[in-house]
């Protein structure tokens, strides 16, 4: 599908893996609306981007916040894409040392921004993409990320594991609920990827995480997913699916 002109509205859009898509995506002539609660560094992106982008700061689990995001970048131009990037993480084990259960209020604060920001960004940009005039017999594309966790969860990571593994399972069944407004919806599980928050780790550490790789043997890179997101945005018979980006990885329990 060919959005050359048009808007892509990308969530967690100020940094990391969201950055880089919009980077490539400006590259190819679409108009970007870069979505983050970061306001400094998603202003700064934008401005870097130059006249194609734009930032409109959000709160993702907010669904007037998202709402209102979708209301702003349809002023920009006709939306035909959304990306979900926005997510976080915590490390935490079902009971600690001492018998303690899990925090509820963390691993509920994971799911709602992971997964409850994602089906907003979803619901919302479902809602505009439906309306658009069909172009080459679509009328819009929306790509979710999950992450290998949702299939090789590791020690500590039930609220993120169990927030990837709800955008896995709503993938499928989003893809056939918007087949008849001809929106497509794929999701990328990436793997290890060498965003900022890698970045604060020793050369050590990152090295055994290099080596821990099949082929090739090094992180991902943020432009090896958005490189992956034009592929799905040229190739339309993608739908419905769940993309593994991880140079053949799969995680060991820690």
């Known amino acids: 599908m060919n959005i050359q002109g048009d808007v892509a509205v990308i969530s967690g859009g100020a940094s990391g893996l969201g950055l880089a898509?919009?980077?490539?995506?400006?590259?190819v002539?679409?108009?970007?609306?870069?979505?983050?609660r970061n306001e400094e560094a998603g202003g700064e992106a934008s401005k870097n981007l130059g006249e194609f982008a734009r930032f409109v700061s959000t709160d993702v689990v907010d669904?007037?916040?998202?709402?209102?995001?979708?209301?702003?970048?349809s002023e920009f131009g006709v939306i035909r894409m959304v990306v979900s990037c926005a997510g976080i993480g915590i490390a935490e084990r079902t009971i600690d040392r001492g018998g303690k259960p899990h925090d509820l209020s963390s691993f509920?604060?994971?799911?709602?921004v992971n997964l409850f920001g994602t089906f907003n960004m979803l619901r919302y940009g479902a809602s505009y993409l439906s309306k658009n005039d069909p172009r080459d017999g679509q009328r819009g594309l929306i790509v979710n990320t999950a992450s290998i966790a949702a299939y090789d969860g590791q020690i500590g990571q039930l609220a993120y594991s169990a927030s990837k593994g709800g955008i896995v399972g709503l993938t499928l069944p989003a893809a056939r609920d918007l087949s008849s407004a001809g929106i497509r919806v794929v999701t990328v599980a990436p793997g290890i990827m060498d965003t900022p928050l890698l970045g604060t780790l020793p050369e050590d550490v990152k090295s055994a995480l290099d080596a821990s790789v099949p082929f090739p043997k090094r992180l991902g890179l943020p432009s090896d997913f958005a490189k992956l997101v034009l592929s799905i945005l040229d190739?339309?018979?993608l739908n419905g699916e769940v993309i593994r980006l991880d140079g053949?990885?799969?995680m060991p329990p820690r």
């Open 63 to 73: 669904e007037t916040s998202v709402s209102n995001l979708m209301a702003e970048a």
């Open 29 to 36: 002539g679409v108009r970007v609306v870069l979505a983050d």
């Open 235 to 237: 190739n339309d018979y």
């Open 21 to 27: 898509t919009a980077r490539a995506l400006v590259d």
């Open 248 to 250: 053949a990885l799969r």
């Open 108 to 112: 509920e604060r994971v799911i709602n």
